[in-house]
């Protein structure tokens, strides 16, 4: 069925009723979708499972601290992410920098050479780059030359190729003469903090999508963002206000149960109690929910969407009595340690610095007990920080996402299914559907446009400006 008769069908009968649609997640993609909807004139009920909207980007309380579950940042070229963003009248609290700044500190490295830096200048793509990498001291003149070489091979790959889909980024890599020095110290440095993995389990498709993106497409698209408040200050409190403001009813603590057809032609949304009507539904959940909510025949191959696996994140809080850094960030190399965030004032601390480590594909400490990461993490964050070593340790917590993202393995992209099923008014969103995106935030809220954008096509509503500014997302 094409959407022109999707809409005359959830249309027909009912000319002078507004549409309705129920969206199954408050997180980034179900907020979005959501909101979206809304704003074209849609009577919206977003239904959320935990006490909270946010999702896997969310905030809580310890020990008078307000504190993130993990680091999220965005760049400047997340284009979706940042209409959020202004959405939710929370620009002004994830300010972007100026200009891209990175410190990557060598723990193994001689004195003099410990420090180098990630950064740009205003010349056009790919001289932006061209000073940074040139003195770069984490590499040698040869592996610097060579990344250069590879950089362009890379920005000339077209990662909607469904072959590049099925390689290997790491393997790809190897053929352009990387260095495992070279993939340490750069594409593994930015690689496993955007896709969650390193390279050589990393589809080259989705490599491709990050560097070229982010690095080889305008002179400002990877400078960074991140919150400067709580996330969930953003995800969960703004989010609800513009919500409430768009006359979305939202429903927390709210557990859908099951969808399914009704035999008027709407939608039935099982909650404890109650069964909710609607004209579209959005299942804006993770992929294994989203495989036991699907009515039969709603995909040709559901259990593709078990296929698709999911890699761990690992977050190390450490709370010192005094400060110990002078940067707002910085990544390491040499260490296991990935990237540090001061989360001092985002948290409320008053006293002393409070530091954030995220590590990110982290299958072999997702599980670790405390006492054996502090055991080894507190040395790490000697040996990079010298100030560490007079500093008493105030607090030491871990919190860890065993499933915060899909896993961006090789042929992981014809897994991931659209916003459009086969059952007309039934849309499916989140970070893991097909955005072209790794998993990350800008990945969830193109997902809500994709699956806000087909329903209002097939309910016959007008789609403003926010589709024809992401058109490539729907």
Not at 142 to 158: C, I
Not at 261 to 272: E, S
Not at 357 to 374: F, G, H, K, N, T
Request: with cysteine; hydrophobic share 45%.
């Amino acid at each position: 069925m094409n959407d022109t008769t999707q809409g005359e069908a959830l249309d027909a009968g009912a000319p002078s009723r507004p549409a309705t649609a129920v969206v199954v997640g408050g997180g980034l993609a179900g907020t979005t979708a959501a909101l979206a909807l809304a704003d074209a004139g849609v009577r919206v009920t977003l239904l959320e499972g935990r006490p909270r909207l946010g999702g896997l980007a969310f905030s809580f309380r310890r020990d008078g601290l307000t504190v993130d579950n993990g680091q999220h940042v965005y760049l400047r070229c997340c284009t979706a992410y940042r209409w959020f963003l202004d959405r939710v009248d929370g620009a002004d609290l994830a300010p972007l920098q100026d200009r891209l700044d990175v410190p990557v500190l060598d723990a193994a490295a001689k004195p003099g050479r410990r420090l180098g830096r990630i950064g740009r200048t205003a010349l056009p793509v790919p001289l932006h780059l061209a000073r940074s990498l040139a003195t770069y001291p984490h590499l040698s003149l040869a592996e610097r030359a060579r990344v250069g070489r590879a950089a362009l091979a890379l920005k000339a790959l077209d990662p909607a190729d469904p072959a590049l889909d099925t390689r290997s980024f790491g393997n790809w890599l190897a053929a352009h003469g990387q260095s495992d020095r070279a993939v340490e110290a750069l594409w593994d440095l930015v690689g496993v903090a955007t896709l969650n993995a390193v390279a050589g389990d990393a589809s080259l498709g989705l490599a491709a999508m990050v560097f070229r993106t982010g690095l080889l497409s305008d002179p400002g698209a990877a400078d960074i963002g991140w919150a400067h408040v709580p996330l969930g200050e953003l995800h969960d409190r703004l989010a609800r206000k513009a919500l409430d403001s768009a006359g979305v009813r939202t429903e927390i603590r709210t557990r859908v149960t099951s969808v399914s057809r009704k035999d008027n032609g709407r939608w039935g949304v099982r909650v404890p109690g109650e069964t909710l009507e609607a004209d579209a539904v959005v299942l804006a959940v993770p992929q294994r929910e989203a495989h036991d909510l699907l009515p039969k025949g709603a995909l040709d191959d559901p259990g593709r969407l078990l296929e698709i696996g999911t890699a761990p994140i690992l977050n190390i809080h450490v709370v010192y009595d005094r400060k110990v850094l002078d940067a707002p960030f910085f990544a390491a190399l040499g260490s296991p340690v990935q990237w540090v965030f001061d989360r001092t004032a985002a948290s409320g601390l008053q006293d002393g610095q409070y530091l954030a480590l995220s590590q990110s594909a982290a299958q072999d400490e997702i599980d670790a007990p405390v006492a054996v990461l502090r055991e080894r993490y507190l040395p790490e964050l000697e040996r990079l920080l010298p100030h560490t070593r007079r500093a008493a340790v105030r607090d030491f917590f871990v919190t860890r996402e065993r499933t915060a993202t899909f896993a961006p393995a090789p042929g992981v992209g014809r897994l991931r299914p659209g916003a459009r099923t086969d059952a007309p008014g039934l849309y499916l969103a989140g970070a893991w559907t097909a955005t072209g995106w790794p998993a990350t935030m800008e990945s969830a809220v193109r997902s809500g446009v994709s699956a806000a954008d087909a329903a209002l096509h097939a309910l016959g509503r007008p789609r403003d400006h926010l589709f024809e500014l992401f058109e490539e997302a729907a």
